[in-house]
């Protein structure tokens, strides 16, 4: 049977009420509000964006989503975990200021901001897997003490993964550090001396210690390095490299399984809404403003993540007339999507549903 996405065109020339409006019809639409009970701890998962990035899901795109939510439980609340990488998010005090920067603010969403990991991400639940990939996860505490949750993800490309949408906000976004650090340990940056013109900046960038500065190139250290990815996205000059087919793959794998434990903790009261509305080359950890990849589609949501990033990616490409995240970066996207739907994630056949009143 084909999963329904439902979906709204959108851009982010009509304004913040127009997008809430269209972002709460597909919500309703999905029906989870109907499954919150009064006192349901109702997580609403998303990511604040990095200082200065500015592609990041707006607080008042979700004021109607929100209202919803309000009138079912007033236990609802903004959340994602601390980061692996040194920026703005990496500890729960400097996480909350920053997505107050970004305008979550009671008098705004008039629920709280509670980072899921704890004051320094250490605060971690245990989940048994036994994946191909992952015996057991380790996710951020607060998601797997909640009862709902509504993963809302900002569509953009991505570094390690080609995508970053709904699988990668519940995989990797809903792990804790160590959790994240499981997942990137397959990944393996390496030096091309010959590209290397010795600036410094991956040094300054990464949070291990794990480049070396020689007299003419620089040099990473396996054993130090813990695959954050920082330096790929930081040098200017394409000098560090992935090995794209083997990490990136065991990389969305990893994620893939990470995500059905989270998922399998909501069993039906989960929901996932995507915003392909400036979507970038890369995600929102980047402190920059970014230029859209391909004009602006709309929102799109379902109870199936693997759905909601096919038909995400789906509308995407049509839009670009191209792959617009291959281009970016070349990197198979798709492991993501097959392996999800081999390991029950979801499936990547859907119904798309357009909704055109609300
Ligand atoms: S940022 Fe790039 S060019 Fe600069 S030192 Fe690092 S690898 Fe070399
Ligand atoms: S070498 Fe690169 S991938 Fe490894 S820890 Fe440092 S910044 Fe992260």
Do not use: A, P
């Given at each position: 049977m084909k999963n329904k996405v439902y979906f709204i065109r959108a851009s982010r020339e009509e304004g913040a009420e127009v997008i809430a409006r269209k972002a709460r019809a597909i919500y309703l639409a999905l029906g989870l509000n109907e499954k919150i009970e009064p006192e349901d701890f109702v997580a609403l998962k998303i990511h604040f964006g990095e200082k200065n990035n500015t592609g990041h899901i707006k607080p008042r795109w979700l004021t109607g989503i929100i209202d919803e939510v309000l009138k079912k439980s007033q236990r609802a609340f903004l959340s994602d975990s601390n980061t692996?990488?040194?920026?703005?998010?990496?500890n729960s005090v400097d996480h909350i200021r920053l997505a107050w920067e970004h305008g979550f603010t009671p008098d705004v969403v008039r629920i709280p901001v509670i980072i899921a990991d704890g004051l320094i991400g250490r605060e971690k639940t245990e989940v048994k897997v036994d994946g191909q990939r992952i015996q057991t996860s380790r996710i951020a505490s607060a998601f797997l003490h909640s009862d709902a949750m509504l993963c809302l993800t900002h569509v953009t490309g991505h570094v390690q993964s080609g995508v970053g949408a709904a699988i990668k906000n519940l995989g990797m976004g809903c792990a804790s550090r160590a959790g994240k650090l499981d997942q990137h340990s397959v990944v393996h940056p390496r030096v091309n001396t010959k590209q290397?013109?010795?600036?410094g900046l991956c040094i300054r960038y990464c949070p291990a210690g794990a480049i070396i500065q020689t007299e003419s190139y620089v040099l990473i250290d396996d054993e130090k390095c813990i695959g954050c990815g920082e330096c790929l996205v930081v040098c200017k000059y394409g000098a560090i490299k992935m090995k794209w087919d083997e990490d990136s793959r065991r990389l969305q794998e990893k994620m893939a399984e990470y995500a059905l434990s989270v998922k399998n903790h909501f069993r039906d009261k989960i929901c996932f809404l995507n915003f392909i509305l400036?979507?970038?080359?890369?995600?929102?950890?980047?402190a920059k403003n970014q230029p859209a990849i391909v004009a602006d589609v709309g929102i799109v949501g379902s109870l199936d993540p693997v759905a909601v990033d096919r038909a995400s990616i789906d509308l995407v490409l049509k839009t670009a007339g191209q792959d617009a995240f291959k281009k970016g970066?070349?990197?198979?996207?798709s492991v993501q999507l097959a392996y999800g739907e081999k390991i029950g994630l979801g499936s990547q056949k859907y119904e798309l549903v357009e909704i055109k009143d609300f």
């Open positions: 692996l990488y040194v920026g703005n998010r990496s290397c013109r010795n600036c400036q979507v970038t080359k890369d995600c929102d950890c980047m970066y070349n990197i198979d996207w």
